[in-house]
């Protein structure tokens, strides 16, 4: 690995354009277009107008007692509990720190630094969780180029503070928000400004800068004439439009089965060490692997200045970039990096590996996995800069099906027999939900889903739910329960999102999985077909197919399985009642369901272990990676049976968290632990998560 050491001198960024010894084709990064609404999107206007009047005339729809009452909610993030104020900040600065917001603006511009000690309207959204945790910063910086990044961060670890890298801070575990259980004043750096991306290898591979955001990648493949390939995340959260650097900092996953986690092994980071002599080191990796950005390109690849470096040509290339020039397309470089891995090539095999051994006994993905180039599931304890990333063909024909069964165990044999038996066959992707997600989806999700069959998870859906979190947050009593108490009044007005045919084997049956399937040129979904046609046949009685018969119908399985936690959020919210979420994955060839521990702590005054309202489980099925969403009645204490939940899972040999990362709310494996460690040996980058020390060279761990 080459290493660039930078004692970081205090210059411009040269955006002048230069060439590179390998010049490429470049297409202007487009930004996420919410202006542009479909004339389809009115119905979607309407109902938020309605909405919104209704919402004025209904704020004390609850009695005040009940609002009173303590309660804990999801977040309701398409895939919890309430964030409290933060303490009052108590620190002494030193000189040095005192100065730091002014030296930052020397940096990076006075635009691009706030301050964030007071929480006001401009830097709330940088200092509370999406759904836990909240604190207060010394300063949020935004740099524009990546030059800008890494003389920022020596400048704030040289003051002697802690620094909190965030992207779209869509996060749900408190890992991207500062928090207040360190002496050392924090500084974000929001890198959501480097959101510049463009093309490699003829559109095999992109690169992205670290605020790059998935969606804007999927549409650009599109703009940039490459209609036949997509990007790793093209569902889920994606109108959230979370960066593709957060997704390799958590090994997010997800619905697409053929892709596996995010992933790559190609990245420009900087960490922070410390050389003999005790003096703060910014240390910037590039295992990029693109011909003509490779340290070994320059002559002075250690220098104490950026000019001549790989970050200096990059910066510049990304310049050109936002200024819609021209240029022939880069290439992999020939060196080990270019020959490194940009997506997770072998989760197909791994997936598949569910028989009765080791391997099957192991799951499928995991965000404490320790494999990889630093960047991957580093969750702040480096500063991704800029990444590769693998495009994947579309296929050729899709299908897709509603598939019902009588029992888990049916869909479970379902799941190894036709889905996972060759990694080259795999499904584009199988969701699997049980009876309470199928009932809560329908009695709750009906507006958001057939908005989305309207207009599709795009921009315009994250347009309506900012508008919905700006509710949420106004200051009246109840702000924060009012618009999901009047989705939840107004859901039996919207008609289903479910066709009818799938709406009734969706009530006559408890299991439900919607799959879908791809052909690729080898005879894939042939192969996929009729190994599902002799398994109908073989359990006939206990298993209902049902292929979607147009677009509009696949629409509505997309829509009903996307809207599964934000509808949970809105019937525990009309049911006046709370509830949690958790995710984790199962071993390969469990088909356990976690039970849920009795516990000292949640027992009521007769012994008797409380019982939940609903217990939705809904689950990336060929991955077996669960999500759980459980509402409990007001007064019981969901902290307690969240922990006897995570320990049941952790004795099924399961592992949590598989999805959003460890943040605050989970205590990471010891060798995960001593990765990031090393990692970041002083603990400056991201104090605090996984049940680590906050404390400097992690001081009582």
């Known amino acids: 690995m080459y290493k660039l050491r930078v004692a970081i001198c205090r210059t411009t960024t040269r955006h002048g354009r230069r060439s590179l010894r390998a010049a490429s084709t470049t297409s202007s990064s487009e930004k996420q277009n919410s202006s542009a609404i479909k004339s389809s999107s009115a119905l979607g206007i309407a109902a ?13 729809i609850q009695s005040n007692e009940n609002n009173k009452t303590e309660r804990v909610l999801p977040s309701g993030v398409p895939r919890g509990c309430c964030s409290c104020d933060a303490p009052p900040l108590k620190l002494t600065l030193t000189d040095e720190q005192t100065n730091l917001p002014s030296k930052l603006i020397d940096i990076v511009g006075k635009d691009n630094v706030k301050l964030g000690l007071t929480e006001d309207s401009s830097n709330a959204k940088f ?12 300063a949020i910086v935004q740099p524009e180029s990546m030059t800008d990044a890494v003389q920022a961060l020596k400048a704030i670890v040289d003051a002697d503070c802690v620094v909190i890298p965030q992207g779209k801070n869509t996060g749900l575990t408190g890992g991207s928000v500062p928090r207040e259980d360190d002496s050392r004043p924090t500084v974000i750096i929001n890198m959501m400004k480097l959101d510049t991306m463009f093309p490699i290898d003829n559109g095999r591979r992109v690169v992205c800068l670290a605020g790059s955001g998935i969606a804007t990648l999927s549409k650009n493949l599109t703009t940039w004439g490459f209609d036949n390939r997509e990007s790793h995340s093209t569902l889920g959260s994606t109108f959230l439009n979370p960066t593709t650097a957060a997704g390799v900092a958590f090994g997010s ?54 000019s001549g470096t790989a970050i200096e040509q990059l910066d510049i290339y990304a310049n050109d970039v936002r200024q819609g020039y021209k240029r022939p397309m880069a290439q992999s470089s020939r060196s080990a990096f270019g020959k490194g891995k940009a997506s997770d090539t072998d989760y197909p095999k791994i997936v598949c590996e569910c028989g009765n051994d080791e391997k099957g006994s192991s799951v499928s993905r995991f965000n404490a996995d320790t494999k990889g180039e630093d960047c991957n599931r580093s969750e702040g304890k480096v500063l991704i800069l800029a990444t590769v990333h693998d495009t994947f063909p579309k296929p050729q024909e899709k299908k897709t099906f509603w598939i019902s069964c009588t029992d888990f165990n049916t869909a479970q044999k379902f799941r190894k027999e036709v889905c996972l038996d060759n990694p080259t066959d795999l499904p584009l992707s199988i969701e699997y939900m049980d009876r309470d997600s199928f009932d809560v989806i329908d009695k709750a999700g009906r507006i958001m889903g057939n908005l989305i069959k309207i207009v599709g998870v795009g921009s315009f859906v994250g347009i309506l739910w900012d508008v919905k979190l700006k509710i949420s947050s106004m200051n009246f009593e109840g702000a924060e329960l009012l618009c999901d108490q009047i989705l939840y009044r107004l859901n039996d007005f919207a008609p289903s999102v479910l066709p009818l045919r799938f709406l009734e084997s969706g009530r006559k049956m408890d299991h439900h999985m919607a799959m879908s399937v791809g052909e690729f040129g080898e005879g894939e979904m042939d192969r996929c077909l009729e190994r599902m046609a002799k398994f109908e046949k073989e359990n006939d009685g206990k298993i209902m197919i049902q292929k979607c018969q147009s677009s509009s119908e696949e629409m509505s399985l997309t829509a009903f399985r996307f809207v599964a936690a934000p509808a949970f959020r809105t019937w525990c919210v009309g049911n006046n009642v709370q509830g949690f979420s958790v995710d984790y994955a199962m071993p390969k060839n469990s088909a356990e369901t976690p039970s849920l521990e009795k516990n000292v702590n949640t027992a009521d005054s007769d012994g008797e272990q409380p019982v939940p309202l609903k217990r939705m489980r809904y689950s990336h099925f060929g991955c077996n990676v669960v999500h759980e969403d459980l509402a409990y009645d007001l007064g019981v204490d969901v902290h307690a049976v969240h922990l006897g939940l995570k320990s049941s899972v952790s004795g099924c040999n399961g592992r949590l968290p598989a999805e959003h990362g460890h943040g605050t709310e989970y205590i990471a494996p010891k060798e995960t632990q001593l990765r990031w460690m090393k990692m970041d040996p002083l603990n400056v980058m991201n104090p605090g998560i996984g049940g680590l020390s906050p404390k400097f060279k992690y001081k009582n761990q």
């Open 48 to 60: 938020l107008s309605l909405l919104t009047g209704y919402s004025i005339g209904t704020m004390n």
């Open 127 to 138: 200092l509370k969780g999406a759904r836990l945790g909240r604190g207060k910063a010394l």
């Open 253 to 306: 996953g997800g619905t697409q089965l053929r892709k596996g986690p995010a992933y790559t092994d190609r990245a420009l980071y900087a960490r922070v060490t410390e050389n003999k002599w005790g003096t703060r080191i910014v240390e910037v990796v590039n295992t990029l692997g693109i011909d003509g950005i490779e340290d070994t390109d320059f002559v002075n690849n250690s220098g104490n200045a950026m």
